[in-house]
Nanobody, 131 residues
Framework: QVHLVESGGGLVQAGGSLRLSCAAS?????????????MGWFRQAPGKEREFVAT????????YSSDSVKGRFTISRDNAKNTVYLQMNSLKPEDTAVYYC???????????????????WGQGTQVTVSL
């Protein structure tokens, strides 16, 4: 069983920064572990659907972010620590949301933006950006 636990959320003023972490533990039924998973960050604001934020391939060599966060948010991972990060800079009130990390094991090393293809999800961490 795979478990994902997000942390690092909180209340921050506009223009500030936060770093979210997502710690993974366990393995899939086929024995796969974090270092071979494609990871993603998603967010859901009140009254809105969950949306894609950023994704990273298993080695960390390829990343992709949504247009709304590009240039402000950076996804990274440390496979030795079984952790994926989301560094969020220049935060805006519209970034307020619950942020979720997700994992997917794919046959090839690639990124994944479609939330419906991810198999494992964390419980989320709240990020609130005030004016």
């Amino acid at each position: 069983q795979v478990h994902l636990v997000e942390s690092g959320g909180g209340l921050v003023q506009a223009g500030g920064s936060l770093r979210l972490s997502c710690a993974a533990s366990g393995r899939t039924r086929s024995g796969r572990t974090f270092s071979t998973a494609t990871m993603g960050w998603f967010r859901q604001a009140p009254g809105k659907e969950r949306e894609f934020v950023a994704t990273i391939d298993r080695s960390g060599g390829v990343t992709y972010s949504s247009d709304s966060v590009k240039g402000r948010f950076t996804i990274s991972r440390d496979n030795a620590k079984n952790t994926v990060y989301l560094q969020m800079n220049s935060l805006k009130p519209e970034d307020t949301a619950v942020y979720y990390c997700a994992a997917k094991w794919l046959a090839i090393e690639t990124i994944l933006t479609n939330q419906y293809q991810y198999d494992y999800w964390g419980q989320g961490t709240q990020v609130t950006v005030s004016l």
